[in-house]
Protein backbone atom coordinates (compact mmCIF):
# COMPACT_ATOMS: atom_id res chain seq x y z
CA UNK A 1 0.00 0.00 0.00
CA UNK A 2 2.80 2.28 0.42
CA UNK A 3 4.17 2.17 -2.79
CA UNK A 4 0.72 2.03 -4.28
CA UNK A 5 0.12 5.82 -2.50
CA UNK A 6 3.26 6.97 -3.20
CA UNK A 7 3.46 6.81 -7.11
CA UNK A 8 6.57 9.09 -8.48
CA UNK A 9 5.69 11.54 -5.64
CA UNK A 10 9.14 11.31 -4.00
CA UNK A 11 10.43 11.69 -7.31
CA UNK A 12 8.55 14.54 -8.87
CA UNK A 13 10.62 17.33 -8.13
CA UNK A 14 13.92 15.90 -10.03
CA UNK A 15 11.65 14.95 -12.31
CA UNK A 16 10.61 18.29 -13.18
CA UNK A 17 13.75 19.57 -12.97
CA UNK A 18 15.31 17.38 -15.62
CA UNK A 19 12.26 18.85 -17.49
CA UNK A 20 13.38 22.39 -17.49
CA UNK A 21 11.06 23.57 -13.98
CA UNK A 22 12.17 25.78 -11.76
CA UNK A 23 12.38 25.70 -8.10
CA UNK A 24 9.56 28.09 -7.24
CA UNK A 25 7.57 26.18 -9.78
CA UNK A 26 8.06 22.58 -8.77
CA UNK A 27 6.96 23.38 -4.87
CA UNK A 28 3.76 25.53 -6.33
CA UNK A 29 2.73 22.33 -7.83
CA UNK A 30 3.33 20.79 -4.97
CA UNK A 31 1.48 23.07 -2.67
CA UNK A 32 -1.89 22.66 -5.18
CA UNK A 33 -2.10 19.06 -4.32
CA UNK A 34 -1.46 19.47 -0.78
CA UNK A 35 -4.19 22.26 -0.64
CA UNK A 36 -6.42 19.64 -2.35
CA UNK A 37 -5.53 16.90 0.02
CA UNK A 38 -5.72 19.23 2.99
CA UNK A 39 -9.29 20.26 2.10
CA UNK A 40 -10.29 16.79 1.61
CA UNK A 41 -8.90 14.98 5.02
CA UNK A 42 -11.56 16.33 7.22
CA UNK A 43 -14.63 15.17 4.97
CA UNK A 44 -12.99 11.88 4.72
CA UNK A 45 -12.47 11.21 8.08
CA UNK A 46 -16.06 11.77 8.88
CA UNK A 47 -16.81 9.73 5.71
CA UNK A 48 -14.95 6.72 7.09
CA UNK A 49 -16.69 6.48 10.88
CA UNK A 50 -20.14 6.43 8.85
CA UNK A 51 -19.80 4.24 6.40
CA UNK A 52 -19.63 0.05 6.40
CA UNK A 53 -17.51 -0.26 3.40
CA UNK A 54 -13.92 0.89 5.13
CA UNK A 55 -11.80 -1.37 2.71
CA UNK A 56 -13.25 0.19 -0.72
CA UNK A 57 -11.46 3.63 0.23
CA UNK A 58 -8.13 2.17 0.37
CA UNK A 59 -8.79 0.48 -3.21
CA UNK A 60 -10.06 3.48 -4.95
CA UNK A 61 -7.87 5.90 -4.07
CA UNK A 62 -4.72 3.94 -4.54
CA UNK A 63 -5.65 3.27 -8.03
CA UNK A 64 -6.30 6.56 -8.57
CA UNK A 65 -3.34 7.86 -7.48
CA UNK A 66 -1.69 5.63 -9.87
CA UNK A 67 -3.17 6.93 -12.76
CA UNK A 68 -2.52 10.23 -12.01
CA UNK A 69 0.93 9.31 -11.46
CA UNK A 70 0.93 8.55 -15.34
CA UNK A 71 -0.64 11.65 -16.16
CA UNK A 72 2.95 12.94 -14.95
CA UNK A 73 4.55 10.95 -17.18
CA UNK A 74 2.99 11.85 -20.04
CA UNK A 75 2.85 15.24 -20.34
CA UNK A 76 4.99 18.39 -18.33
CA UNK A 77 2.71 21.06 -19.03
CA UNK A 78 1.61 22.88 -15.55
CA UNK A 79 -1.79 22.75 -15.48
CA UNK A 80 -1.65 18.35 -15.85
CA UNK A 81 0.99 18.37 -14.01
CA UNK A 82 -1.12 20.30 -11.23
CA UNK A 83 -4.34 18.87 -12.02
CA UNK A 84 -2.40 15.07 -11.64
CA UNK A 85 -1.17 16.41 -7.98
CA UNK A 86 -4.93 17.50 -6.78
CA UNK A 87 -6.08 14.46 -8.06
CA UNK A 88 -4.19 12.09 -6.35
CA UNK A 89 -3.83 14.09 -2.86
CA UNK A 90 -7.72 14.23 -2.97
CA UNK A 91 -7.88 10.30 -3.85
CA UNK A 92 -5.18 9.86 -1.19
CA UNK A 93 -7.47 11.76 1.70
CA UNK A 94 -9.50 9.15 2.79
CA UNK A 95 -6.56 6.49 3.32
CA UNK A 96 -5.03 7.58 6.63
CA UNK A 97 -8.56 7.70 8.45
CA UNK A 98 -9.75 4.17 6.77
CA UNK A 99 -6.39 2.27 7.51
CA UNK A 100 -6.94 3.79 11.09
CA UNK A 101 -10.43 2.69 11.41
CA UNK A 102 -9.92 -0.93 9.95
CA UNK A 103 -7.03 -1.08 12.43
CA UNK A 104 -9.08 0.33 15.49
CA UNK A 105 -12.51 -1.73 14.18
CA UNK A 106 -9.87 -5.02 13.90
CA UNK A 107 -7.88 -5.01 17.34
CA UNK A 108 -10.01 -2.21 19.63
CA UNK A 109 -9.04 0.71 21.52
CA UNK A 110 -6.53 -1.93 23.67
CA UNK A 111 -4.48 -3.38 20.97
CA UNK A 112 -4.34 -0.13 18.98
CA UNK A 113 -1.13 1.04 19.92
CA UNK A 114 1.09 -2.28 19.24
CA UNK A 115 -1.18 -2.91 16.07
CA UNK A 116 -0.61 0.83 14.45
CA UNK A 117 3.08 0.99 15.55
CA UNK A 118 3.48 -2.86 13.58
CA UNK A 119 1.25 -1.37 10.62
CA UNK A 120 3.81 1.98 10.74
CA UNK A 121 6.75 -0.20 10.82
CA UNK A 122 5.89 -2.44 7.61
CA UNK A 123 4.62 0.92 5.97
CA UNK A 124 8.03 2.31 6.20
CA UNK A 125 9.33 -0.50 5.21
CA UNK A 126 7.40 -0.93 2.08
CA UNK A 127 8.48 2.52 1.23
CA UNK A 128 12.05 1.72 1.94
CA UNK A 129 11.92 -1.25 -0.37
CA UNK A 130 9.73 0.99 -2.96
CA UNK A 131 12.30 3.59 -3.10
CA UNK A 132 15.19 1.29 -3.45
CA UNK A 133 13.70 -0.52 -6.50
CA UNK A 134 12.35 2.60 -7.74
CA UNK A 135 16.02 4.29 -7.48
CA UNK A 136 17.55 1.18 -9.46
CA UNK A 137 14.74 0.59 -11.70
CA UNK A 138 14.67 4.53 -13.01
CA UNK A 139 18.76 4.85 -13.29
CA UNK A 140 18.66 1.61 -15.89
CA UNK A 141 14.98 2.29 -17.40
CA UNK A 142 14.35 6.22 -16.45
CA UNK A 143 11.44 7.19 -14.71
CA UNK A 144 8.86 5.10 -16.57
CA UNK A 145 9.91 1.93 -15.10
CA UNK A 146 8.93 3.67 -11.47
CA UNK A 147 5.17 4.09 -12.83
CA UNK A 148 4.90 0.62 -14.09
CA UNK A 149 6.60 -0.83 -10.50
CA UNK A 150 4.20 1.63 -8.76
CA UNK A 151 1.32 0.42 -10.98
CA UNK A 152 2.49 -3.58 -9.56
CA UNK A 153 2.12 -2.92 -6.10
CA UNK A 154 -1.09 -0.81 -6.71
CA UNK A 155 -2.34 -4.68 -7.71
CA UNK A 156 -1.16 -6.23 -5.15
CA UNK A 157 -2.45 -3.96 -2.51
CA UNK A 158 -5.49 -4.57 -3.78
CA UNK A 159 -5.46 -8.09 -3.50
CA UNK A 160 -4.45 -7.83 0.39
CA UNK A 161 -7.01 -5.51 1.03
CA UNK A 162 -9.60 -7.79 -0.08
CA UNK A 163 -7.92 -10.87 1.88
CA UNK A 164 -9.05 -8.96 4.78
CA UNK A 165 -13.07 -10.46 5.97
CA UNK A 166 -15.30 -7.80 5.99
CA UNK A 167 -16.74 -9.22 9.05
CA UNK A 168 -13.59 -9.08 11.00
CA UNK A 169 -14.21 -5.24 11.23
CA UNK A 170 -16.22 -3.86 14.11
CA UNK A 171 -17.74 -0.72 12.63
CA UNK A 172 -18.42 0.56 16.41
CA UNK A 173 -15.39 0.31 17.39
CA UNK A 174 -13.45 1.47 13.72
CA UNK A 175 -14.70 4.73 14.96
CA UNK A 176 -14.57 4.54 18.80
CA UNK A 177 -18.58 4.18 19.40
CA UNK A 178 -19.54 1.94 22.39
CA UNK A 179 -21.72 -0.62 21.20
CA UNK A 180 -24.71 1.04 23.17
CA UNK A 181 -24.13 4.61 22.27
CA UNK A 182 -26.33 6.11 19.98
CA UNK A 183 -24.11 8.64 18.58
CA UNK A 184 -24.43 7.83 15.23
CA UNK A 185 -25.45 11.28 13.42
CA UNK A 186 -23.29 12.93 11.32
CA UNK A 187 -20.37 15.08 13.08
CA UNK A 188 -18.20 17.22 11.19
CA UNK A 189 -14.29 17.05 11.86
CA UNK A 190 -14.30 20.74 12.50
CA UNK A 191 -16.29 20.52 15.43
CA UNK A 192 -14.63 17.51 17.15
CA UNK A 193 -11.23 19.78 16.85
CA UNK A 194 -12.71 22.66 18.31
CA UNK A 195 -14.47 20.85 21.07
CA UNK A 196 -11.19 19.63 22.52
CA UNK A 197 -8.29 21.54 23.62
CA UNK A 198 -5.90 18.78 23.88
CA UNK A 199 -6.54 18.17 20.01
CA UNK A 200 -6.37 21.92 19.09
CA UNK A 201 -2.29 22.14 20.63
CA UNK A 202 -1.83 18.55 18.81
CA UNK A 203 -2.55 20.01 15.59
CA UNK A 204 -1.23 23.56 15.85
CA UNK A 205 2.18 21.99 16.82
CA UNK A 206 2.14 19.31 13.81
CA UNK A 207 0.80 22.58 11.35
CA UNK A 208 4.54 24.46 12.66
CA UNK A 209 6.43 21.29 12.66
CA UNK A 210 5.24 20.28 8.46
CA UNK A 211 5.65 23.83 7.67
CA UNK A 212 9.29 23.58 7.91
CA UNK A 213 9.51 19.49 7.56
CA UNK A 214 7.35 18.40 4.47
CA UNK A 215 9.58 20.74 1.82
CA UNK A 216 13.11 19.64 3.11
CA UNK A 217 13.60 15.99 1.17
CA UNK A 218 12.36 16.90 -2.12
CA UNK A 219 14.34 20.45 -2.14
CA UNK A 220 17.31 18.83 -0.68
CA UNK A 221 17.16 16.73 -3.49
CA UNK A 222 17.31 19.70 -6.13
CA UNK A 223 19.43 21.36 -4.18
CA UNK A 224 21.99 18.21 -4.83
CA UNK A 225 20.76 17.26 -7.65
CA UNK A 226 21.05 21.16 -9.15
CA UNK A 227 24.90 20.73 -8.27
CA UNK A 228 25.96 17.64 -10.34
CA UNK A 229 26.44 15.82 -7.13
CA UNK A 230 24.16 12.70 -7.85
CA UNK A 231 22.50 10.91 -10.32
CA UNK A 232 18.79 12.20 -9.49
CA UNK A 233 17.09 8.77 -9.45
CA UNK A 234 19.55 6.85 -7.44
CA UNK A 235 19.55 9.92 -4.73
CA UNK A 236 16.28 10.46 -4.16
CA UNK A 237 15.77 7.21 -4.02
CA UNK A 238 18.61 7.10 -1.09
CA UNK A 239 17.21 9.65 0.55
CA UNK A 240 13.68 7.89 1.05
CA UNK A 241 15.87 4.65 1.77
CA UNK A 242 17.74 6.14 4.61
CA UNK A 243 14.51 8.12 6.21
CA UNK A 244 12.46 4.97 5.91
CA UNK A 245 15.08 2.61 7.21
CA UNK A 246 15.08 5.07 10.34
CA UNK A 247 11.45 5.04 10.73
CA UNK A 248 11.10 0.92 10.97
CA UNK A 249 13.17 1.06 13.85
CA UNK A 250 11.34 4.37 15.41
CA UNK A 251 7.86 3.30 14.85
CA UNK A 252 8.74 0.59 16.78
CA UNK A 253 10.92 2.15 19.58
CA UNK A 254 7.74 4.75 19.29
CA UNK A 255 5.43 2.56 20.19
CA UNK A 256 6.92 0.96 23.30
CA UNK A 257 7.88 4.16 24.09
CA UNK A 258 4.07 5.18 24.30
CA UNK A 259 3.17 2.06 26.43
CA UNK A 260 5.50 2.99 29.13
CA UNK A 261 5.83 6.83 28.85
CA UNK A 262 2.54 8.02 27.16
CA UNK A 263 2.71 9.68 24.02
CA UNK A 264 3.66 13.26 25.18
CA UNK A 265 7.81 12.79 25.12
CA UNK A 266 7.58 10.85 22.07
CA UNK A 267 6.09 13.72 20.31
CA UNK A 268 8.69 16.02 22.16
CA UNK A 269 11.42 14.66 20.85
CA UNK A 270 10.29 14.41 17.17
CA UNK A 271 9.56 18.23 17.38
CA UNK A 272 13.30 18.51 18.40
CA UNK A 273 14.57 16.69 15.58
CA UNK A 274 13.50 18.89 13.00
CA UNK A 275 15.78 22.59 13.95
CA UNK A 276 18.74 20.18 14.21
CA UNK A 277 17.79 18.78 10.63
CA UNK A 278 17.84 21.71 9.71
CA UNK A 279 21.00 23.35 10.55
CA UNK A 280 23.06 20.41 8.93
CA UNK A 281 20.93 20.33 5.96
CA UNK A 282 22.40 23.74 5.40
CA UNK A 283 25.98 22.90 6.63
CA UNK A 284 26.11 20.05 4.19
CA UNK A 285 25.10 20.82 1.29
CA UNK A 286 26.12 17.75 -0.36
CA UNK A 287 25.66 14.05 -1.08
CA UNK A 288 26.72 13.03 2.15
CA UNK A 289 25.29 15.19 4.44
CA UNK A 290 22.21 13.19 3.28
CA UNK A 291 22.39 10.52 5.97
CA UNK A 292 22.73 12.79 8.72
CA UNK A 293 19.56 14.88 7.39
CA UNK A 294 17.39 11.92 6.23
CA UNK A 295 18.46 9.88 9.96
CA UNK A 296 16.94 13.13 11.67
CA UNK A 297 14.08 12.76 8.76
CA UNK A 298 13.24 9.08 9.77
CA UNK A 299 13.71 10.32 14.06
CA UNK A 300 10.91 12.62 13.53
CA UNK A 301 8.27 11.10 10.93
CA UNK A 302 8.24 7.74 12.63
CA UNK A 303 7.68 8.85 15.87
CA UNK A 304 4.83 10.96 14.82
CA UNK A 305 3.65 7.88 12.27
CA UNK A 306 2.70 6.42 15.98
CA UNK A 307 1.82 8.76 18.32
CA UNK A 308 -0.46 11.15 16.04
CA UNK A 309 -3.33 8.12 15.36
CA UNK A 310 -2.69 6.45 18.68
CA UNK A 311 -3.09 9.96 20.75
CA UNK A 312 -6.45 11.60 18.64
CA UNK A 313 -7.90 7.31 19.23
CA UNK A 314 -7.07 7.59 22.71
CA UNK A 315 -8.49 11.04 23.58
CA UNK A 316 -11.85 10.43 21.05
CA UNK A 317 -12.28 6.90 22.50
CA UNK A 318 -15.58 6.39 23.42
CA UNK A 319 -17.21 9.32 21.21
CA UNK A 320 -17.81 7.64 18.21
CA UNK A 321 -15.72 10.34 16.26
CA UNK A 322 -12.32 8.74 16.53
CA UNK A 323 -12.07 9.18 11.98
CA UNK A 324 -13.33 12.36 12.20
CA UNK A 325 -11.09 13.44 14.73
CA UNK A 326 -7.66 12.16 12.62
CA UNK A 327 -9.23 13.85 9.51
CA UNK A 328 -9.33 17.10 10.90
CA UNK A 329 -5.84 16.92 12.73
CA UNK A 330 -4.78 15.44 9.33
CA UNK A 331 -6.02 18.51 7.59
CA UNK A 332 -4.37 21.19 10.10
CA UNK A 333 -1.17 19.13 9.57
CA UNK A 334 -1.81 19.42 5.91
CA UNK A 335 -2.37 23.35 6.03
CA UNK A 336 1.45 23.28 6.72
CA UNK A 337 2.80 20.19 4.34
CA UNK A 338 1.08 21.72 2.00
CA UNK A 339 2.21 25.47 2.24
CA UNK A 340 6.08 24.07 3.23
CA UNK A 341 7.02 23.41 -0.74
CA UNK A 342 6.06 26.69 -2.16
CA UNK A 343 7.51 28.20 0.85
CA UNK A 344 10.29 26.39 0.52
CA UNK A 345 11.28 26.87 -2.85
CA UNK A 346 10.67 30.60 -3.41
CA UNK A 347 12.71 30.90 -0.26
CA UNK A 348 15.54 28.94 -2.00
CA UNK A 349 14.90 30.51 -5.13
CA UNK A 350 15.41 34.25 -3.62
CA UNK A 351 18.20 33.62 -1.34
CA UNK A 352 19.52 30.17 -1.18
CA UNK A 353 19.25 26.44 -0.28
CA UNK A 354 21.29 27.44 3.06
CA UNK A 355 18.96 30.19 4.21
CA UNK A 356 16.16 27.59 3.05
CA UNK A 357 16.66 25.27 5.57
CA UNK A 358 17.44 27.45 8.50
CA UNK A 359 14.39 28.71 8.31
CA UNK A 360 12.44 25.81 7.76
CA UNK A 361 13.81 24.58 10.55
CA UNK A 362 13.29 27.25 12.76
CA UNK A 363 9.70 26.68 12.13
CA UNK A 364 9.49 23.65 14.43
CA UNK A 365 10.36 25.64 17.10
CA UNK A 366 7.20 26.94 17.58
CA UNK A 367 5.91 23.36 17.76
CA UNK A 368 8.71 22.38 20.62
CA UNK A 369 7.22 26.05 22.37
CA UNK A 370 4.00 24.66 22.46
CA UNK A 371 3.98 21.35 23.54
CA UNK A 372 6.09 22.43 26.92
CA UNK A 373 3.86 25.54 27.30
CA UNK A 374 0.94 23.08 27.54
CA UNK A 375 2.57 20.10 28.80
CA UNK A 376 0.28 19.86 31.72
CA UNK A 377 -2.76 19.96 30.09
CA UNK A 378 -1.52 17.55 27.30
CA UNK A 379 0.25 15.27 29.38
CA UNK A 380 -2.87 13.39 30.97
CA UNK A 381 -4.53 13.29 27.61
CA UNK A 382 -1.03 11.37 26.23
CA UNK A 383 -0.74 8.96 29.45
CA UNK A 384 -4.45 7.80 29.94
CA UNK A 385 -5.04 4.08 30.32
CA UNK A 386 -6.74 2.71 26.35
CA UNK A 387 -10.19 1.62 26.82
CA UNK A 388 -13.91 3.08 27.26
CA UNK A 389 -12.63 4.78 30.45
CA UNK A 390 -11.89 8.11 29.36
CA UNK A 391 -13.83 10.14 26.68
CA UNK A 392 -14.21 13.11 28.57
CA UNK A 393 -10.62 13.54 27.52
CA UNK A 394 -12.25 14.84 24.36
CA UNK A 395 -13.43 17.83 25.80
CA UNK A 396 -10.96 18.57 28.31
CA UNK A 397 -11.29 22.16 28.78
CA UNK A 398 -13.80 22.76 25.95
CA UNK A 399 -15.92 25.54 26.67
Known amino acids: MADMQAGIGPFLGVFLLAHGWQSGWIGTVMTAGGVAGMLMTTPAGALIDSTRSKRLYVIIPGVCTVIASGIVLLSQEFWLVAASQVATAIAGAAIGPAVAGITLGIV ?37 AVFWLSAAFGVLSIISVLMIPGDAIDDDAARGLEQK ?14 ESKPLL ?3 AALLFF ?7 LPLYGLA ?15 TIVIAQGVMILTSLAAMRMAEKE ?15 RGVIAAWLLSKWGVYPVQILDGIGAGLQSVAVPGLVARILDGTGRVNAGQGAVMTVQGIGASSSPAIGGWIAQEMGYGSMFLILGSFAAVSVGLWLAFGSLLKP ?12 LAVAGAG
Open 381 to 392: ACTGRPGRTTPE
Open 224 to 238: VVADKHADPASFVAM
Open 201 to 203: ILS
Open 108 to 144: RQAGFNRQNGENQAYNHAGNMVGAALSGLLGWLYGFT
Open 210 to 216: HLGNAAM
Open 262 to 276: GYWLVLLVSFVALPI
Open 181 to 194: DSQQGHVSGLQVLV
